[in-house]
């Protein structure tokens, strides 16, 4: 609740900014991308709004990227870990259900013998 207060309180002013920034920029402007300026053909003419938003999102996206694979490292010793984690509950598994089969097996050959393990228990207290 309160993140969703929080996130209202910095996007509402944001979104009204960018709106006025948007509004107040459509004019369009040359951008050449050609340092010298030797070569017309690279230059172009845009609004500055779209110019600026785009590179914010180009510069996200590349981000996004960058972080992406910087973090590799990580989801793999994660992948790892979780594959470590199935095996060993798998192996738990595995030893419970052998623990069991033999309680039963020795409750099953206790019960054959009937009193006199009763009768050597008491006898030990």
Known sequence: MISKILSLIVLVPLAIVLVVFS???RESIPVSLDP???MPQLA???PLFILLM???IIGVVLGGIGTWLTQ????RKSWKRKYEVEKL???TEEN???LRQLQEERDRASYG???STALTTSRAA
């Open 54 to 56: 785009g590179s914010v």
């Open 96 to 98: 419970k259900a052998k």
């Open 72 to 75: 590799s490292h990580y989801r």
């Open 23 to 25: 509004v107040a920029n």
């Open 36 to 38: 010298i300026g030797s």
């Open 113 to 115: 013998q009937g009193t």
């Open 44 to 46: 172009f003419e845009a």
């Open 89 to 91: 509950r798998r192996e």
